[in-house]
């Protein structure tokens, strides 16, 4: 069985802040991803990695397989921000659907 | 942009009564799920389906529960007799690919409430 932690469970940061969101794992996996949810409770994805570094916009994604370990970091955060940031992983499905396992996420709350 | 809908957005219900949850999933997508939130906890998945069958499921479904795909763009979980402890928050996600390789879509969800 697959456990995914996070860190922090709660965050607040002032605007402008470098945010770090991290999620360690337990098991091998064959990918990480790390969704969005609005208080509205949409889901929205984020990223999928599966080795090195994502980028996109503000959001930088990196995985470390070996350490089984990835961190999610936000620069020049904005009060849009906000948000519950849950990381979630998927084990290799040989050709079939996997569902994610996911971490309880991190609430995170970027103050103007 | 492509999206996934469901419907209803929320339903209440009687413990007991059953239940279908609707979504359509994204027209070329392969690869279908269905996840659960109950109210301050994690994100937990259900079931996922793929070729027209399951393909993977948890130990939350059980006998009460059930998919289909009754026709080229529905995709319905159903909920034999529903309890209390079944009021959550229903996401259905789509993928193009499996998620070893892709990424998921999800629908807004589903908020059922069972009284």
């Known amino acids: 069985k697959n456990e995914v932690e996070q860190s922090p469970q709660n965050l607040t940061a002032q605007e402008g802040e470098f945010i770090t969101i991290n999620c360690s794992y337990s098991?091998?996996?064959?990918?990480l991803h790390w969704l969005q949810q609005h208080p509205g409770g949409g889901i929205v994805s984020l990223f999928m990695l599966s080795s090195g570094k994502k980028k996109h916009g503000r959001l930088i994604a990196t995985i470390n397989i070996q350490e089984k370990h990835s961190s999610l970091h936000i620069t020049a955060s904005h009060p849009r921000d906000s948000a519950v940031y849950i990381c979630?992983?998927?084990?290799?499905?040989?050709?079939?659907?996997?569902?994610?396992?996911f971490g309880k996420g991190t609430h995170l709350i970027i103050q103007p | 942009e492509p999206e996934v809908t469901q419907t209803p957005s929320h339903q209440v219900t009687q413990m007991g009564q059953e239940v279908i949850l609707r979504c359509v999933p994204i027209s070329n997508h392969l690869y279908f799920y269905w996840y659960r939130q109950i109210l301050g906890q994690k994100v937990e998945f259900l079931v996922s389906f793929y070729n027209n069958e399951i393909s993977e499921k948890s130990e939350i479904f059980d006998d009460q529960f059930s998919v289909e795909r009754p026709d080229g763009s529905n995709f319905t979980l159903k909920i034999r007799s529903t309890k209390l402890e079944d009021s959550a928050m229903y996401f259905c996600?789509?993928?193009?690919?499996?998620?070893?390789?892709?990424?998921?879509?999800f629908g807004q969800g589903t908020r059922l409430t069972v009284v």
């Open positions: 098991v091998g996996i064959s990918a």
């Open positions: 996600a789509s993928s193009e690919q499996g998620l070893e390789n892709t990424e998921a879509f």
């Open positions: 979630a992983v998927s084990l290799y499905s040989g050709g079939g659907a996997d569902g994610l396992t």
